[in-house]
């Protein structure tokens, strides 16, 4: 296992979870009390690995058609231009 990699994808995506939608949903089920916390967690976990297991399965089909570098550039775009779009829509 190359630790280096796994260090900087688990900081990167840690990261871009903190005070997203999904994170914030969690904290919403978080405040209801009789909801129990692990159920919250264990659900949560499950959902992510799932969540995970469809991107890792359609990255590793679509890297058999398209570049590394491609499936990069268009990745950045659609984060920026929904970063962007998502801005326009709380300032209105």
């Known amino acids: 296992m190359n630790f280096r990699a796994f260090f900087v994808i688990f900081i990167t995506i840690l990261l871009a979870e903190l005070g997203d939608k999904t994170n914030l ?7 209801h009390k ?3 916390k ?3 967690f264990l659900a949560g976990t ?19 058609y398209v570049s590394h570098r491609v499936i990069n550039i268009v990745s950045g775009a659609l ?7 998502m801005l326009i829509s709380a300032i209105k």
């Not at 949903?25 to 405040?31: E, G, K, N």
């Not at 959902?47 to 469809?54: G, H, P, R």
């Not at 984060?79 to 779009?85: A, E, H, P, R, S």
Request: no cysteine.
């Open 38 to 40: 692990t159920s919250i």
């Open 79 to 85: 984060f920026v231009t929904i970063g962007v779009l």
């Open 25 to 31: 949903a969690t904290f919403s089920f978080a405040t």
């Open 34 to 36: 009789e909801i129990s």
């Open 46 to 64: 499950l959902a992510f690995m799932v969540a995970s297991l469809i991107a890792i399965v359609a990255g590793e089909f679509l890297s058999n």
